[in-house]
């Protein structure tokens, strides 16, 4: 039977992350469904979430790290992020036509906007708006599928028994992301369409996989040890899958949170405006990664939503020896295949004994002199307050990316629209869902107003 540990407070996820970081440098595997479903001869398709800490998460993480990531490349979005963003002022002003606004359920369209730029950094451009929107709703429904299955899933046959109806579900969203996928990916093999880069030259994630050669474990022997092999289709589309997904629905969940509390503190959203319009006047009208940069005061409002409310609810390590011992398991109590240890994102950020006032929503804590003053996306190795990406070698690596796309949609969606309530006696319920991210309960409802003329 598997054990689980829950870590709910910031000095023992500092001590077991960041001290017994080797400890703590693996996910267990069975909880994936995800790598369940092998190939035809039978192996796992790992993504970088789902393999072993060694040489092939490496060459998988620095691949997506120096082709697609890197901070040196956010400059180069910014193009593609201003039309995303734009994109989605524009399907929205569609829908504010009253002079005292319209009410507007707005997840689904900010998805699809943030999906959109998503798909476009994985693909390039030229692929079909229908394609995209296919791939759209698959990965949407493949997240509600994993956060259904996930808290229960602990690989043994029992749980597979009890669960065969949502697996079965599961493993037919993975047949429509192959369907979807792999034809883009094979048009992407031929050399012609290697030039197809998407605005500004920037290199889609899947060009980066054609020349990647990862270990190849089953290659036995003195010389196999160094051998290495190309990547599967299978393992293909699995990368592909973890792309989009992570890239999209978490970045969509802290906007709409972001939203609901500028709705709920209309103060909040006023001084948030006035930054944005005074950085984009001095920058010549335009938002750009520099122009975000000299914007404190957003970066507060988001540092904010994202300690109250992490997208991802909880990480997960699976440990032997030295890491179960590291949270007080016997080790008569770890299993054979490693206890798993939850980290409760949510719950380290609002660490009572860290924050002052931890429930309270108050992005002047991130500002010069706040407590939080200095505190980063990411934990340094000296101590975590908050780890909404995660910590130590396991962070999440699109931490930079995510905070840029979510400043650049935040910007335009505050820049352009008034955001209210319903209605004067309706308050915003804050109320949370767990599922693979975690997201609003009662999806956000606002009263859209738009402040500036549609052009
Ligand atoms: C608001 C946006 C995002 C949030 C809150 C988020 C959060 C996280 C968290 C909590 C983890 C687990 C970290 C750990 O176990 O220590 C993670 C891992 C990961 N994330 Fe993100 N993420 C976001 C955006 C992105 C983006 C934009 C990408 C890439 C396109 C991405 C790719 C990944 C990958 C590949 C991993 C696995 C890393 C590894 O195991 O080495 N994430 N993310």
């Not at 082709?67 to 569609?94: F, I, N, T, W, Y």
Request: glycine share 10%; hydrophobic share 40%; charged share 25%.
């Amino acid at each position: 039977q598997t054990t689980l540990h829950k870590v709910v407070d910031t000095a023992a996820a500092h001590h077991a992350l960041n001290e017994k970081a080797s400890a703590f440098s693996n996910r267990p595997a069975a909880i994936f469904p995800v790598v369940l479903a092998t190939g035809l001869s039978g192996e796992r398709n790992e993504n970088i979430t789902t393999v072993k800490y060694g040489p092939h998460w490496r060459a998988l993480r620095c691949n997506l790290m120096a082709k697609s990531l890197h901070p040196s490349r956010l400059g180069s979005l910014a193009p593609m992020q201003r039309e995303a963003s734009q994109a989605l002022v524009a399907d929205l002003s569609g829908l504010v036509r009253d002079a005292t606004g319209n009410v507007l359920v707005v997840r689904g369209h900010i998805n699809t906007a943030v999906f959109g730029l998503v798909a476009r950094l994985c693909f390039g451009d030229g692929v079909d708006v229908g394609h995209v929107r296919a791939m759209e709703l698959v990965i949407q429904d493949f997240i509600v599928s994993m956060g259904e299955l996930n808290p229960v899933f602990d690989g043994t046959m029992l749980c597979k028994l009890m669960n065969w109806r949502r697996l079965g579900r599961l493993f037919a969203f993975l047949g429509r992301q192959t369907k979807l996928f792999l034809p883009l990916i094979n048009e992407r093999r031929r050399p012609e369409s290697r030039s197809c880069t998407a605005d500004g030259g920037v290199e889609p994630y899947v060009h980066s996989f054609l020349d990647l050669r990862v270990p190849d474990d089953d290659a036995g022997g003195k010389q196999g040890k160094d051998a290495r092999r190309e990547l599967r289709d299978d393992e293909l589309v699995s990368l592909v899958s973890e792309f989009l997904g992570a890239g999209s629905g978490s970045v969509v969940a802290s906007l709409e949170w972001t939203l609901a509390h500028l709705v709920d503190q209309p103060d909040v959203q006023d001084m948030l405006r006035r930054e944005i319009i005074d950085g984009e006047t001095s920058n010549g009208g335009v938002i750009s990664t520099k122009s975000l940069r000299g914007m404190p005061y957003l970066h507060a409002v988001v540092m904010e939503s994202l300690r109250m409310h992490p997208p991802v609810p909880f990480i997960l390590r699976g440990v032997h020896g030295e890491g179960a011992a590291t949270v007080g398991a016997t080790l008569a109590a770890v299993p054979a295949d490693g206890l798993r240890v939850q980290f409760i994102v949510g719950d380290i950020g609002r660490d009572s004994k860290t924050w002052t006032d931890p429930d309270e929503f108050r992005p002047e804590r991130f500002l010069a002199g706040g407590e939080a003053e200095g505190i980063g996306p990411t934990p340094g190795p000296k101590e975590i307050r908050m780890m909404p990406f995660g910590a130590a070698h396991r962070h999440c690596p699109g931490s930079s990316q995510a905070m840029v796309n979510i400043k650049f949609f935040l910007a335009a969606l505050v820049r352009e629209f008034e955001w209210a309530a319903p209605a004067d006696d309706c308050s915003v319920d804050l109320t949370e869902l767990d599922g693979f991210f975690k997201v609003m309960k009662k999806p956000l409802s606002a009263r859209v107003t738009r402040r500036t003329q549609v052009v």
